[in-house]
Protein backbone atom coordinates (compact mmCIF):
# COMPACT_ATOMS: atom_id res chain seq x y z
CA UNK A 1 0.00 0.00 0.00
CA UNK A 2 1.38 3.23 -1.37
CA UNK A 3 1.28 6.83 0.32
CA UNK A 4 -1.69 7.72 -2.02
CA UNK A 5 -3.84 4.80 -1.51
CA UNK A 6 -3.13 5.60 2.07
CA UNK A 7 -4.14 8.38 1.71
CA UNK A 8 -7.67 7.61 0.11
CA UNK A 9 -8.84 6.47 3.42
CA UNK A 10 -11.54 9.53 5.33
CA UNK A 11 -9.42 9.32 8.51
CA UNK A 12 -5.82 9.90 6.36
CA UNK A 13 -7.35 12.81 4.07
CA UNK A 14 -10.04 14.75 6.23
CA UNK A 15 -7.58 16.25 8.83
CA UNK A 16 -5.53 18.03 5.98
CA UNK A 17 -8.94 19.15 4.33
CA UNK A 18 -9.73 20.60 7.41
CA UNK A 19 -6.45 22.60 8.11
CA UNK A 20 -7.11 23.71 4.74
CA UNK A 21 -10.63 24.98 5.40
CA UNK A 22 -9.12 26.59 8.75
CA UNK A 23 -6.53 28.99 6.45
CA UNK A 24 -9.28 29.50 3.96
CA UNK A 25 -11.53 31.03 7.09
CA UNK A 26 -8.48 32.67 7.90
CA UNK A 27 -7.26 34.63 5.06
CA UNK A 28 -11.10 34.94 3.79
CA UNK A 29 -12.06 37.12 6.89
CA UNK A 30 -8.30 38.96 6.45
CA UNK A 31 -9.33 39.60 3.26
CA UNK A 32 -12.90 40.99 4.28
CA UNK A 33 -12.16 42.31 7.58
CA UNK A 34 -7.98 43.29 7.57
CA UNK A 35 -5.86 42.64 10.00
CA UNK A 36 -7.33 45.26 12.95
CA UNK A 37 -11.17 44.03 11.76
CA UNK A 38 -9.75 40.50 13.02
CA UNK A 39 -8.64 41.60 16.49
CA UNK A 40 -11.92 42.20 18.67
CA UNK A 41 -12.40 42.09 21.94
CA UNK A 42 -14.75 39.25 21.37
CA UNK A 43 -14.11 36.57 19.07
CA UNK A 44 -16.27 36.63 15.75
CA UNK A 45 -17.91 33.94 13.98
CA UNK A 46 -14.08 33.18 11.93
CA UNK A 47 -12.57 31.99 14.61
CA UNK A 48 -15.06 29.77 16.28
CA UNK A 49 -15.41 27.88 12.91
CA UNK A 50 -10.88 28.03 12.80
CA UNK A 51 -11.40 26.54 16.52
CA UNK A 52 -13.57 23.86 15.70
CA UNK A 53 -12.27 22.87 12.26
CA UNK A 54 -9.08 22.15 14.26
CA UNK A 55 -10.72 20.69 16.92
CA UNK A 56 -12.99 18.42 15.25
CA UNK A 57 -9.60 16.71 13.31
CA UNK A 58 -8.09 15.32 16.50
CA UNK A 59 -10.56 12.43 16.63
CA UNK A 60 -9.82 11.63 12.91
CA UNK A 61 -6.09 12.09 13.63
CA UNK A 62 -6.28 9.65 16.50
CA UNK A 63 -8.10 6.87 14.97
CA UNK A 64 -5.58 7.56 11.82
CA UNK A 65 -2.96 6.65 14.05
CA UNK A 66 -4.71 3.79 15.84
CA UNK A 67 -5.31 2.25 13.23
CA UNK A 68 -2.59 2.07 10.71
CA UNK A 69 0.51 3.11 12.77
CA UNK A 70 0.44 -0.84 13.42
CA UNK A 71 -0.80 -2.19 10.68
CA UNK A 72 1.38 -0.26 8.03
CA UNK A 73 3.89 2.37 9.75
CA UNK A 74 5.87 2.64 6.90
CA UNK A 75 2.91 4.07 4.76
CA UNK A 76 1.16 5.85 7.81
CA UNK A 77 3.97 8.07 9.04
CA UNK A 78 4.13 10.25 6.22
CA UNK A 79 0.69 10.87 6.04
CA UNK A 80 0.53 11.63 9.86
CA UNK A 81 3.38 14.10 8.84
CA UNK A 82 1.15 15.76 6.29
CA UNK A 83 -1.60 16.11 8.82
CA UNK A 84 0.70 17.90 11.13
CA UNK A 85 1.68 20.00 8.61
CA UNK A 86 -1.29 21.01 7.34
CA UNK A 87 -2.32 21.53 11.29
CA UNK A 88 0.63 23.68 11.81
CA UNK A 89 -0.06 25.79 8.40
CA UNK A 90 -3.32 26.50 9.94
CA UNK A 91 -2.02 27.57 12.74
CA UNK A 92 0.96 29.63 11.46
CA UNK A 93 -1.11 32.74 10.47
CA UNK A 94 -2.75 32.90 13.84
CA UNK A 95 0.73 32.78 15.72
CA UNK A 96 2.54 34.92 13.74
CA UNK A 97 -0.66 37.78 13.28
CA UNK A 98 -0.99 37.33 16.81
CA UNK A 99 -4.92 36.89 16.25
Known sequence: MGFSTMLKHPSAFLPVAMSCAAIAVVMTSLAILGVDGIRQPDEGTAAHIWQLLMAAQLPFIAYF?????????????????????AGLAALAPVFLLHL
Do not use: D, F, N, S
Open 65 to 85: AITWLPRAPRQALPVLALQAG
